[in-house]
């Protein structure tokens, strides 16, 4: 693959860009994985609204969704990856702020953004999320608290990255 630097924010795939549009789905159309739910013209991610549908029984029709299909066959469109040391003593905390970012309000704003899984390699952690702008997003964040600069290696039509904490 050849590869290119520099950061784009918006690189989105046309699977998730069809689903986010929600043309082809029907009012109360719901994730039974994830549990993001469809109402209005618009997908949202709130166990809430979908605890209140399930209760009134308003749910029209289950899918699994395309983040929850990608994670069940663990095919991220990012990568990030930090050098252990530099997580010494903090792990746990990176770990949450994490999960911080991809349950708190990012959520509402593409929903479809999220982490597959943590896993080691060698002297690295490896973070791999869903779309390459969740790796994006906290590539910048871990960098900051890190006080390391994230190196960015996208993919030529933007919609796969590789982010190095070295
Ligand atoms: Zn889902």
Redesign the pocket.
């Known amino acids: 693959m050849k590869e290119k630097t520099g950061h784009i924010r918006d690189a989105i795939t046309n699977e998730n860009a069809d689903f986010l549009s929600g043309k082809k789905y029907k009012n109360y159309t719901a ?1 039974k ?2 549990h ?1 739910i469809f109402i209005d013209g618009k997908w949202h991610y709130n166990e809430t609204l979908y605890n209140e549908a399930v209760k009134k029984k308003l749910i029209q029709k289950e899918i ?2 395309p ?2 299909k990608q994670i069940e066959s663990n095919r991220p469109n990012g990568y990030l990856y930090i050098a252990k040391e530099h997580l010494k003593g903090k792990y746990d905390d990176i770990k949450n702020m994490v999960k911080n970012i991809e349950t708190g309000e990012l959520k509402h704003f593409n929903p479809l953004d999220r982490l597959v899984e943590i896993k080691e390699e060698n002297d690295q952690f490896v973070f791999t999320s869903t779309t390459p702008r969740f790796s994006d997003i906290i590539a910048k964040k871990i960098g900051k608290v890190l006080h390391k600069k994230p190196e960015f290696h996208w993919s030529e039509d933007n919609k796969f990255v590789k982010i190095y904490i070295r």
């Open positions: 994730c994985k994830c993001i699994v969704c983040s929850c």
